[in-house]
């Protein structure tokens, strides 16, 4: 397994499909592990989105905080997802 820390840069995707994109790759993310997202604004309602979706399973630290560039460091919570054969999602 590599150990580096999966990112998706937003500003370089269309508004309407970068929640989708990030949902997406949150889907994937194995407990304990991370990735980062970039981008032009503070990220606060997909923090919103995040919490209210999954409650206690997604850590969220800011990296950098503008004013140009935001970068988020979001964690899946060790033992996140469910806890039935499908693996946690």
Do not use: N
Request: some cysteine.
């Amino acid at each position: 397994m590599s150990s580096a820390i999966p990112e998706i840069d937003v500003r370089v995707i269309p508004p309407s499909q970068r929640h989708p994109s990030i949902f997406g790759m949150l889907a994937q993310l194995e407990p304990g592990r991370a990735m980062q997202v970039t981008s032009d604004h503070d990220p606060r309602p997909l923090h919103h989105q995040i919490m209210t979706r999954f409650p206690d399973e997604f850590g969220w630290d800011y990296v950098e905080e503008g004013p140009e560039v935001w970068k988020v460091l979001i964690t899946r919570a060790e033992g996140g997802g469910c806890d039935c054969c499908c693996g946690g999602h």
